[in-house]
C-alpha cells in the first residue's frame, strides 16, 4: 500500500516561477523557516516569501555568508544540520524566543559528496539531509503552528534507491550517488509520517537545476551525465533556480492543498506514480510514499537522534 498520487490540476506546471504560485495569497504576517535558504533553490525560496510579506528565519552553517547572501530579506541564525547539539541549541533558542512557525522548508542539503562520517560515524548524506531535519522539526514542534505546513525537499534522485535497512550508513560498498539517493528516498518518506502524526506536511521534487548543490560533481561529469547543451548553457529540461523553488513554495502555501498531506510533489502539482526510470520525467517511485517504510524510518531516526 502507498499514498494515492494524482494530479490535482493546480493551473501551475514546470516553467511556474515561485513569484507567480504566490499571486493572490495574503503571507502577511506568517513565519517560515527555510534550510539552505542562502544559496540556490533556498534562496530563490527566501525571496519570494520575503517579498509576499513573511518573515523569513534561514539557518546556516556559515552564517558570515548567509547573512551577506540573504540582506536583509531574512534572518539567519547558525545552525549545523550534521551535529544534533547544534541542532537542540537552535531549537531551543527559537523555543524560547516565542517564534510560531506557520512554514519549514526543509532544503538545505549535500549531493554526491565523496565518504564523510559526522557525528557518532554517521553517513554525511543521511545524517545532513535526513536525520539533522528529522531531529530539528521534531524539536521544533512545540512552535509549530496548527495549520503550519513543512516541506521536505526530496528529488527524483531518489528513483536509484530506497532504504538501505542493513546498511543505512554505508558501513560498506559506499556510492556517494545512493548514499544521495537513499537520503532523497528518506526525505519523501518523513513527509508521509510526519503526516500522518498530524503535522501537514508534503515532500517535494524540484526539478534538475544547475546550483551549488552540485559542487561535488565535477564539470567533466556533468558534462557526461548530459546537464549542458551544446551552447554551454544547462541541457533541456532544466529549470532555473525560480522555477525549482516554486514546487516547494506552491506546497507551503497552496490552498488547494488543504485537507491533504503526506504527497510527493513535482512541477507544483502533486506527482503522479512513476511509469518509468527517466528521472527528468519524474513521478515517484512506490518506496518513497509507502507508509509502512515511513513508520519504520520514523522508528529509526527517533532512535539514532533520540528525538521524535
Not at 494530479?7 to 513569484?19: D, E, L, N, V, Y
Not at 516565542?98 to 549531493?111: F, N, P, S
Amino acid at each position: 500500500m502507498t499514498v494515492k498520487q494524482h494530479r490535482i490540476g493546480s493551473g501551475f506546471g514546470a516553467h511556474s516561477t515561485a513569484a507567480e504560485v504566490l499571486r493572490g495569497i495574503d503571507l502577511t504576517g506568517r513565519t517560515a523557516l527555510v534550510t539552505g535558504g542562502y544559496s540556490g533553490l533556498g534562496l530563490e525560496t527566501t525571496r519570494a516569501l520575503a517579498s509576499a510579506g513573511v518573515r523569513v528565519i534561514v539557518p546556516a552553517r556559515r552564517a558570515a555568508v548567509a547573512e551577506e547572501a540573504v540582506g536583509d530579506l531574512a534572518e539567519v541564525r547558525e545552525l549545523d544540520l550534521a551535529d544534533l547539539a547544534s541542532v537542540r541549541t537552535f531549537a531551543s533558542r527559537l523555543l524560547d524566543d516565542g517564534t510560531a512557525l506557520d512554514i519549514v522548508i526543509a532544503g538545505a542539503g549535500i549531493m554526491a559528496c565523496p565518504e564523510t562520517r559526522v557525528g557518532p560515524g554517521w553517513e554525511a548524506h543521511f545524517a545532513v539531509n535526513h536525520l539533522g531535519h528529522f531531529a530539528l522539526v521534531n524539536r521544533l514542534r512545540p512552535a509549530l503552528t496548527a495549520d503550519a505546513r513543512v516541506v521536505p525537499v526530496a528529488s527524483s534522485g531518489h528513483f536509484l534507491s530506497g532504504l538501505r535497512w542493513a546498511d543505512p550508513q554505508f558501513r560498506t560498498g559506499y556510492d556517494r550517488w545512493l548514499a544521495y539517493a537513499q537520503s532523497k528516498t528518506a526525505n519523501a518518506l518523513f513527509a508521509v509520517q510526519l503526516d500522518a502524526l498530524g503535522i501537514r506536511s508534503f515532500a517535494v521534487h524540484p526539478g534538475s537545476i544547475l546550483t551549488p548543490l552540485q559542487r561535488h560533481v565535477p564539470r567533466e561529469e556533468q558534462i557526461a551525465q548530459g546537464w549542458f547543451g551544446p551552447d554551454g548553457g544547462p541541457a533541456a529540461g532544466f529549470k532555473t533556480p525560480e522555477q525549482g523553488a516554486a514546487t516547494a513554495v506552491w506546497a507551503a502555501t497552496s490552498p488547494l492543498l488543504d485537507g491533504i498531506g503526506g504527497r510527493y510533489c513535482q512541477d507544483c502539482d502533486v506527482a503522479e506514480p512513476a511509469t518509468t526510470d527517466d528521472m527528468l520525467i519524474g513521478g515517484v517511485k512506490p518506496w518513497a510514499v509507502d507508509p509502512g517504510g515511513a513508520a519504520r524510518l520514523w522508528d529509526l531516526s527517533a532512535d539514532l537522534t533520540g528525538v521524535g
